[in-house]
């Protein structure tokens, strides 16, 4: 009897399924664990309180991102909280033998930055992290979701996870992106459609001619916010694409063991006839520039159109409008084009990485950010930076007037005094605009790199259309 076509998610479970107990959750081997300076110090607690020891140091990879400040290295860390995460994440990676890419390393970065561009992420891994937007390692045809302390203390000890199998979601993009329209716009595109808990219980497979058309950082982008949408986890199956991006980084097979991996990613993929519990089809010929307006990733609308009244949402959804707008003081019906900005933040796992640098960069070359405006700019990785200003995108960036900074999580986070004040309005390239989020009664509109540097160029809230209108050459297709 032939085998039932199988999705590139039950793929990977039915690889890394250990051992289970009718009703009870499954031990999940997992492949790579990632770790940072924020959700680890009290499962490494735990450990010592238990005195158990890193089942398998080697598959625990960790790194500095969230506290570390973005200004100059050399200087003091002011934050006392900041500083002490940074200490003890070294403290605890010495003690338990685990590789560290701290503050000075030519390596560190955000965490979803540099599991990538190390080859450490890898098709057909089980990938965990105690941080949300682990999802990002999916656009690999990886399994990679976010866990709580508590998990992180299990997998460190095991290398195992207990997990109930999710549904699947299959997202087909079909069509062509038009200039202008990135990755950044499928993904706050999808979640206005379905909105922050369309995704709850599934992992979501992103499938169609647009999204292979994507390139790999791209690809990173649309899987990054997966969680926005409310899903466990989002992925993209392995192609060549894929392939060339992992071939000959630090970490991924070499030689022999290359073309091994390579012929067992390309059994991957969903199989002919596979079923998933769940289809959307999105017409990428159609999509336009995203940005939110709200407090929510899925108050979104395109760049073009106008904030929701009352009387366009579902009555159920009416109160929680009512509730943001009075936040973001903004009026229903109003363009969003055109609301005025006081700080441009381009950064962050979601889009800090060297694609989204040279993207900002194509329109603020021979420009200059709005009199009055501040820009941050941060790369997602000291890999990032470094290869940034060897294409002179720094200098880019500094000469239109904007701030160029280390590596980190920064404004995403409001960490380090990179923060929005009180009443402040921030085009942010991350992948949060929550109450607070990006700075105590700070007020963020979530955009693409290209719809945020077109906005710090004007002040306000810009179609990067309009601006490619006037310079042909300012704005890439994505």
């Known amino acids: 009897m032939p085998e039932k076509p199988r999705t590139l998610v039950e793929k990977i479970w039915d690889s890394h399924f250990v051992a289970s107990d009718p009703g009870a959750p499954v031990i999940l081997a997992i492949d790579l664990h990632l770790v940072h300076e924020v959700t680890s110090p009290q499962a490494f607690t735990g450990l010592r309180a238990r005195g158990l020891k890193v089942r398998k140091p080697g598959q625990t990879v960790a790194t500095a991102d969230h506290s570390i400040p973005t200004l100059d290295p050399s200087i003091p860390i002011a934050d006392e909280l900041a500083r002490k995460q940074l200490?003890?994440?070294?403290?605890?990676?010495?003690?338990?033998?685990?590789?560290?890419?701290?503050?000075?390393?030519?390596?560190?970065?955000i965490v979803h930055v540099i599991g990538p561009e190390l080859g450490l992420t890898q098709p057909g891994m089980t990938i965990v992290?105690?941080?949300?937007?682990?999802?990002?390692?999916?656009?690999?045809?990886?399994?990679?979701?976010?866990?709580?302390?508590?998990?992180?203390?299990?997998?460190?000890?095991?290398?195992?996870l207990l997990q109930r199998k999710p549904k699947t979601f299959q997202v087909r993009i079909d069509g062509r992106l038009q200039p202008g329209v990135g990755a950044k716009d499928i993904i706050l595109a999808l979640i206005a459609q379905i909105g922050i808990g369309g995704g709850t219980g599934h992992v979501i497979e992103y499938t169609g001619d647009a999204i292979r058309a994507l390139s790999m950082e791209e690809r990173m982008t649309v899987c990054n916010m997966s969680i926005e949408g409310g899903a466990r986890a989002g992925l993209i199956a392995p192609d060549e694409t894929t392939f060339a991006y992992l071939k000959g980084r630090r970490f991924a097979p070499q030689g022999a063991e290359w073309d091994e991996a390579v012929a067992r990613w390309r059994k991957l993929p969903s199989d002919e006839g596979a079923t998933y519990d769940r289809t959307i089809v999105l017409d990428g010929d159609k999509l336009e520039p995203m940005v939110t307006y709200g407090t929510n990733p899925g108050m979104g609308v395109s760049v073009t159109g106008r904030i929701p009244v009352l009387a366009d949402v579902e009555p159920g959804a009416r109160d929680d409008l009512e509730r943001a707008l009075?936040?973001?003081?903004?009026?229903?019906?109003?363009?969003?084009?055109?609301?005025?900005?006081?700080?441009?933040?381009?950064?962050s796992c979601t889009n800090g990485r060297i694609e989204d640098m040279r993207a900002a960069a194509s329109v603020l070359r021979g420009r200059h950010v709005a009199s009055g405006l501040r820009v941050l700019v941060v790369p997602g990785s000291q890999q990032v930076k470094k290869q940034a200003e060897s294409e002179g995108l720094h200098e880019v960036f500094k000469a239109a007037g904007a701030e160029w900074r280390e590596s980190g999580c920064s404004m995403c986070i409001a960490m380090n005094g990179d923060q929005l004040e009180p009443g402040e309005y921030g085009i942010s390239t991350s992948n949060r605009n929550f109450q607070g989020r990006q700075g105590k009664g700070g007020r963020t509109f979530l955009a693409s790199p290209l719809t945020a540097a077109a906005s710090a160029v004007t002040g306000v809230v810009t179609d990067p259309r309009t601006l490619a209108a006037a310079q042909p050459s300012a704005v890439e297709v994505h």
């Open 326 to 347: 009075a936040y973001m003081g903004l009026a229903p019906g109003s363009p969003i084009a055109g609301q005025k900005l006081d700080v441009v933040f381009i950064g």
């Open 87 to 109: 200490a003890q994440i070294e403290e605890n990676c010495r003690e338990f033998g685990i590789p560290f890419h701290g503050k000075g390393s030519p390596t560190r970065g």
């Open 129 to 160: 992290c105690g941080d949300s937007h682990t999802a990002t390692h999916g656009a690999f045809g990886a399994l990679a979701f976010g866990i709580g302390t508590s998990e992180i203390e299990m997998v460190l000890a095991t290398q195992t």
